[in-house]
């Protein structure tokens, strides 16, 4: 039964792919001529999505003002396009200094407004701002923002250039004012802009030995401590490392920091799913069987328990105890890292987290995950896989975003497409 099982499913997986890697065949809806989409404008004072500017739904929060002579400064790039007009009336330029991907954004809308008004450019009132003109930690300060008009300075039009802001790929978009457009992305160094759940590099993992390991150093073959499933239990078990879906030495990226009663520190993404207990817990305590379930990382919130290994290199290791969260923090880490287990879930910095992310449910991506693992079990291997997003993942992602709600995966996964 496994032969016929695992040949349908890498059919499947070949099939999915097709429209993924034959980039030069035709394009979606080939075979039906497709009407064009009407777009419908912005109304005055919305804004689009409908959260606020600075939540991990739109274009993230605030990580501070960037001055010429700050470190970050390095991370603005001048936009000197021909096809947008910048008003600088500072006379500095600073207008034109904003994040990378504010700038592709921002290109992109200007060829959008060119095509829907022949003779009109895009106008940028106001970008970067290092003189402090507007309030308290705005996203100017951070060169992520920009108020916009046309050239010709039609009103009539902003209501259809928030629209094409929006289509442009802008992560916030408000109607604020009759005299402009404001739009906003998010950091190109945060996990809003890049992807879906790792843990940084210099994360410990346990070994079947006992000792622990830099999760940078992991490799596929090797065994680490791991849940023994993903349904609540508590018992552990050392499962093989089949791949990894990201993979990234070099990158920075904002992880969320879980710190237990107990001293667990654990850093992840805020896409990464990690096991909570349900209703009150106590410290110390076995979690009562089917107790936990698996939350983002970036809702998890103090008071709830997650599941901690304590114990010396070599102990053995039976089954893991519930501590509370007692803090959330957000920091700054170098790599990314997403080891995937035959179990589907791995103890990291002493505490056991899903090996998935991005939708809402850790059995949900257990199982979608099936075909990988048959392909594993019959192969030896998960196809060719080195730096980056491993190509399984892509499939899975480009198949969630279409078949699924879009309340069942996280903003910063949905995100990731970049629109």
């Not at 009109?120 to 309030?135: A, I, K």
């Not at 998960?382 to 480009?398: A, Q």
Request: proline share 4%.
């Amino acid at each position: 039964m496994l032969l016929p099982t695992l040949v349908t499913c890498l059919a499947g997986c070949a099939f999915l792919l097709s429209p993924v890697s034959e980039g030069c065949g035709p394009g979606r809806g080939y075979g039906k001529r497709r009407s064009p989409r009407k777009l419908a404008p912005l109304a005055y004072k919305q804004f689009s999505p409908n959260v606020a500017e600075k939540t991990l739904g739109a274009s993230g929060r605030y990580e501070g003002k960037i001055t010429r002579n700050s470190e970050r400064f390095k991370e603005l790039t001048p936009n000197y396009n021909p096809d947008i007009i910048f008003k600088d009336e500072e006379n500095t330029g600073a207008d034109r200094m904003m994040t990378q991907r504010c700038k592709d954004k921002l290109n992109s809308l200007a060829i959008s407004v060119m095509n829907l008004w022949p003779g009109v450019r895009l106008r940028v009132t106001e970008g970067w701002d290092e003189d402090g003109h507007h309030s308290e930690e705005s996203l100017h300060y951070e060169g992520r923002a920009v108020d916009i008009t046309t050239s010709d300075r039609d009103r009539n039009k902003y209501a259809m250039l928030a629209r094409l802001a929006v289509e442009a790929g802008f992560d916030w978009v408000y109607y604020e004012s009759k005299a402009h457009i404001h739009c906003s992305v998010k950091s190109d160094h945060s996990v809003a802009a890049k992807s879906g759940g790792c843990f940084p590099g210099d994360s410990l993992v346990t070994m079947e030995n006992g000792h622990q390991k830099s999760i940078r150093d992991l490799r596929p073959g090797e065994r680490v401590l791991t849940l023994s499933g993903g349904d609540g239990g508590a018992g552990l078990v050392y499962s093989e490392v089949l791949s990894f879906l990201d993979r990234d030495p070099g990158t920075w990226k904002l992880f969320y920091g879980v710190q237990t009663e107990a001293g667990a520190r654990l850093s992840l993404t805020a896409a990464h799913l990690l096991f909570v207990s349900e209703g009150n817990c106590s410290e110390g305590a076995l979690p009562p069987r089917g107790s936990l379930r698996t939350v983002y990382a970036s809702d998890a919130q103090p008071g709830q328990c997650v599941l901690v290994v304590e114990g010396e290199a070599g102990q053995k290791r039976g089954e893991g105890r519930l501590s509370r969260i007692t803090h959330i923090s957000v920091r700054k880490g170098r790599g990314a890292f997403a080891p995937l287990t035959k179990q589907g879930t791995v103890v990291v910095d002493g505490v056991a987290a899903s090996c998935y992310a991005v939708v809402d449910q850790h059995l949900l991506a257990h199982w979608a995950f099936l075909p990988l693992r048959l392909m594993h079990s019959w192969t030896g291997t998960t196809g060719y896989h080195g730096d980056g997003v491993h190509w399984y993942s892509e499939v899975l992602h480009w198949l969630g975003r279409a078949l699924l709600e879009s309340g069942r995966l996280h903003p910063l996964g949905v995100a990731k497409a970049d629109r």
